[in-house]
């Protein structure tokens, strides 16, 4: 399974805070999703926004698209909509 784990910097202060989650799994939600691995993200974001979009499974469980706010400090979960198989065979 494919994964990833993040944290945030502060530029200016040096400081460093955990993500949302400590791994964030993906391989497996590609049979969920109609995008070919190489198009595929799982982290959205914008420096200028408190947004993060997370498509994935966290800790290899409950997949699907998690929504977060950064709240200075750490994430707040704003929504999450789980993963729903596509039809067909995988």
Avoid: H
């Avoid at 910097?9 to 949302?20: I, S």
């Avoid at 497996?28 to 498509?55: A, G, M, Q, T």
């Amino acid at each position: 399974m494919s994964c990833v784990s993040i944290a945030v910097a502060d530029a200016r202060t040096g400081d460093v805070y955990p993500g949302p989650f400590e791994t964030l799994g993906y391989g497996s939600v590609l049979n969920y999703v109609d995008v070919p691995e190489d198009k595929y993200e799982e982290l959205s974001y914008n420096l200028r926004s408190r947004l993060l979009i997370v498509r994935g499974c966290p800790e290899e469980k409950n997949c699907g698209s998690y929504f977060y706010e950064w709240k200075g400090t750490t994430f707040r979960l704003i929504r999450y909509i789980p993963a729903v198989r596509l039809p067909g065979p995988q």
